[in-house]
């Protein structure tokens, strides 16, 4: 009886942990563009095969010659300063001053007053001259530091060919061999990755689902999404009921500023007719009436329960989401 237990004690930490890597077998690559002829900005390796692996270190290497090329250019930037533009600015501050001094002078004011601004006068030339050298040692030292940071390197190592290059390698490697162009990207869950595109609506920007085909499986049409989860990674909250046929793990999804629930096929499960407060995320749990949500009537603000149908189950008569009792 003990040995049963300890084999399936064992078995059922292992079957944990193989889920564990399973969610974080797909690693997400993100790369800067080159130029805007190259168009591969976001990709996934599947980390459990050698392409995987090798994918990955094609990456590290574009990432660590893309931060080498732009630390370059920041150093040409410092070698190329001129200090000449600074102490114009530096002669327009002084000499503005001056003038607004001698101004104070033409106006009726006391002797001692009149005394204490011809001394700040006074001193204006010296304080003039000092700032002025400041800045010219300032200037001097940046572009030291510019020359001593790009001291024995060589511009060719991080040239456009040879990053579009090490591109044109990690393509056959990245899952689906699919070139996207996309400006949001998460990692996957339950093979699933959220991606999204810029926009320019005032509710957000425009997000879908690949899956691990490297297909969009989602169209990128709401404003925002959560990763899918379901029962089997989430124990106190029930994102897919044990017993639907399917088992497919449903999301919160917002349109403007309604929020429901999507499946993994895109289907509308939860009619995106609810209100949208500081979160768009609609989480079940199991109740002694079932399993039921918090959910904020959109017209009235107010707070009630609903079933997985969108159905409410208490009314919402409640001010804040705390006084809805599950």
């Known amino acids: 009886m003990t040995r049963f237990r300890i084999t399936f004690l064992t078995v059922f930490v292992l079957c944990g942990v193989l889920s564990a890597q399973a969610q974080e077998r797909y690693k997400t690559i993100g790369l800067e563009k080159v130029n805007e002829a190259d168009t591969l900005r976001w990709c996934w390796a599947d980390t459990w095969t050698q392409d995987g692996k090798r994918s990955v270190q094609l990456a590290q290497l574009y990432t660590?010659?893309?931060?080498?090329?732009?630390?370059?250019?920041?150093?040409?930037?410092?070698?190329?300063?001129?200090a000449k533009e600074a102490l114009d600015e530096q002669d327009a501050y002084w000499d503005g001053l001056r003038k607004t001094y001698q101004d104070m002078l033409k106006q009726d004011i006391s002797e001692e007053e009149k005394a204490d601004i011809r001394k700040l006068l006074a001193e204006i030339d010296k304080n003039k001259a000092e700032s002025k050298r400041q800045v010219s040692q300032q200037v001097n030292n940046l572009a030291q530091e510019g020359r001593s940071g790009n001291a024995g390197v060589n511009p060719a190592d991080f040239s456009d060919e040879r990053l579009l290059t090490i591109k044109q390698n990690l393509r056959k490697y990245v899952l689906g061999r699919k070139i996207w162009g996309f400006d949001r990207v998460r990692d996957f869950r339950n093979g699933f990755a959220a991606v999204g595109y810029t926009s320019d609506d005032d509710f957000g920007d425009r997000w879908g689902f690949v899956n691990r085909e490297g297909r969009l499986a989602i169209p990128c049409v709401w404003n925002d999404v959560f990763n899918f989860n379901n029962h089997r990674y989430y124990k106190t909250s029930v994102y897919d009921n044990p017993q639907d046929e399917d088992d497919r793990p449903w999301t919160s999804v917002r349109k403007g500023n309604l929020v429901g629930m999507i499946d993994t096929t895109?289907?509308?499960?939860?009619?995106?007719?609810f209100g949208f407060a500081n979160r768009a995320q609609i989480v079940f749990r199991q109740t002694e009436k079932g399993e039921l949500a918090p959910a904020r009537d959109a017209k009235t603000g107010k707070w009630g329960l609903i079933n997985r149908k969108g159905e409410w189950k208490v009314k919402p008569i409640y001010k804040d989401e705390e006084d809805v009792e599950l």
Request: aromatic letters at 8%; glycine letters at 8%.
């Open 64 to 82: 660590d010659l893309f931060t080498q090329r732009m630390q370059y250019r920041s150093n040409q930037m410092l070698q190329g300063m001129d």
């Open 266 to 273: 895109g289907r509308v499960r939860v009619p995106v007719r």
